[in-house]
């Protein structure tokens, strides 16, 4: 049973590129979480999908965007990058019906923004 | 904005010794997880508490929920180097499941 996986595992942009992170959520579930973890933080919470729509959202500008496919895979979309957007990008999936189901979590794409 | 904090923000300890990570906030949780994170690793988690005043034990760990549900503490009995890591608490303030983390503490267990 293949948990969540992430691609890229790394990454290097420079600044006013776009961004697109991929992630595979565990067999049987629906739900993507998308996080940023800048080091040295915890994780924060950019936005969770659920069939193919954006279902919460947290305090991230238009710039963060996302998509979810109907095998529930979830892309992350980050337009004109700053250097502030280095970070871990975390992902994790969950099912819903279950609302306190465990959240499990992908290994995560390390982004540098030069 | 739900603010989640875990003291101490490091910790490094003799193995052998024991230590407990406490995290708080001033809002309730609906359910309340720790992870442990390693360098370059998603996090992994340890346990999910529920129910105030509920506790949890794994192996050397003992997860402890507050009555009120606005806080949490892990204890770790007898450390070893492999406890070494990040340990992050999570709240779900929602019950929609999208959680806050607190900060972390990093953990070093030394030989």
């Known amino acids: 049973d293949a948990g969540v996986t992430q691609s890229p595992t790394h990454l290097i942009k420079t600044r006013g590129q776009q961004v697109t992170l991929r992630c595979s959520p565990k067999?049987?579930?629906?739900?993507v979480s998308w996080y940023q973890q800048a080091l040295g933080q915890g994780p924060q919470f950019i936005f969770q999908?659920?069939?193919?729509?954006?279902?919460q959202r947290g305090n991230f500008p238009d710039r963060f965007s996302g998509h979810q496919f109907p095998n529930y895979s979830s892309e992350l979309n980050v337009n004109a990058l700053l250097l502030g957007d280095s970070a871990l990008y975390l992902c994790?999936?969950?099912?819903?019906?279950?609302?306190?189901?465990?959240?499990?979590f992908g290994p995560g794409t390390r982004l540098l923004v030069l | 904005t739900q603010l989640l904090e875990q003291s101490p923000q490091f910790l490094s300890i003799q193995e052998g010794e024991n230590l407990t990570v406490y995290c708080n906030s001033s809002?309730?949780?609906?359910?309340l997880q720790w992870y442990r994170q390693e360098p370059g690793e998603g996090p992994v988690l340890l346990v999910t508490?529920?129910?105030?005043?509920e506790v949890k034990k794994l192996k050397r760990l003992t997860f402890q929920f507050g009555d009120a549900r606005k806080d949490s503490s892990l204890h770790i009995t007898a450390a070893q180097p492999g406890d070494t890591g990040l340990y992050l608490c999570?709240?779900?303030?929602?019950?929609?499941?999208?959680?806050?983390f607190g900060t972390g503490t990093r953990l070093t267990v030394i030989p």
């Open positions: 994790a999936s969950s099912h819903l019906l279950t609302l306190q189901e465990t959240q499990y």
């Open positions: 067999s049987g579930h629906d739900t």
């Open positions: 999908y659920y069939e193919e729509e954006e279902r």
């Open positions: 809002s309730v949780f609906s359910s």
């Open positions: 508490v529920v129910t105030g005043g």
């Open positions: 999570a709240g779900d303030f929602t019950g929609a499941n999208n959680l806050f």
